[in-house]
């Protein structure tokens, strides 16, 4: 004699509250994940703004020194240090997107193009290496009339 199954909804019931978990789970996980990415679009966009604004105004150049460098799943943030006319300043630089962290960058030295009328307001322009004063020279000779082109994917036009 074979034991005497017991199909009743209350059987189902368990099994139907798991569906309902595992379904408020996904639309939770997918609201959550929606809600970040527009917080990072907005972040990268409101960090791209504020360069090309400094890049299409009156700037200086001045060689900076990477001292470290954080990172998140989507960003890395370069802090780095440089001077003018005798006084220190420190910037951070970010960069959005996946394995954007290098730690080999860190003492290196890149061009600085900063807001001449707010000398704090800068970018590190990762394209263009200082390894001597003569690099430096050189850069500044080359980009007396306007600055390069900001060093993140799409420029500002």
Do not use: H, W
């Not at 090309?52 to 020194?65: F, H, N, Q, R």
């Amino acid at each position: 004699m074979q034991p005497e199954r017991n199909n009743t909804m209350k059987d189902k019931e368990p099994l139907k509250a798991s569906i309902i978990k595992v379904d408020f789970m996904l639309k939770t996980y997918t609201i959550l994940t929606l809600i970040a990415m527009c917080v990072f679009s907005m972040s990268c966009k409101k960090e791209k703004s504020r360069i090309c604004e400094l890049y299409d105004g009156d700037v200086g150049y001045a060689v900076g020194t990477i001292q470290s460098v954080s990172s998140s799943p989507f960003k890395a943030t370069y802090r780095y240090d440089y001077s003018i006319d005798e006084t220190n300043y420190n910037g951070k630089e970010k960069a959005y997107g996946i394995g954007q962290k290098d730690e080999t960058l860190i003492g290196k030295q890149f061009i600085v193009i900063y807001a001449l009328r707010d000398q704090s307001n800068s970018d590190l322009n990762t394209d263009y290496l200082i390894e001597s004063e003569q690099d430096f020279d050189d850069f500044e000779s080359e980009f007396s009339s306007a600055p390069p082109s900001p060093d993140f994917p799409n420029n500002c036009k």
